[in-house]
């Protein structure tokens, strides 16, 4: 259990670290956007994210 907690941070750590290695430019771009939003906007997309990924580990276990 503990294996796959590791491997599943390691992997997410993998794929936030592709999109600044590929365009750092577009990176800088879209977090400059990120950094407009007010929190009620970044609130609403953290529970997308917890619930999408609530989901997928709901049908894939």
Do not use: H, Y
Request: net charge neutral; aromatic share 12%; proline share 3%.
């Amino acid at each position: 259990m503990a294996d796959s907690l590791w491997m599943a941070l390691a992997l997410v750590l993998v794929l936030e670290g592709l999109f600044p290695l590929v365009s750092p430019s577009a990176w800088r771009k879209t977090f400059t956007q990120l950094l407009g939003l007010n929190d009620g906007q970044i609130r609403f997309f953290g529970l997308a994210a917890v619930v999408v990924g609530l989901t997928c580990l709901l049908f894939l276990a």
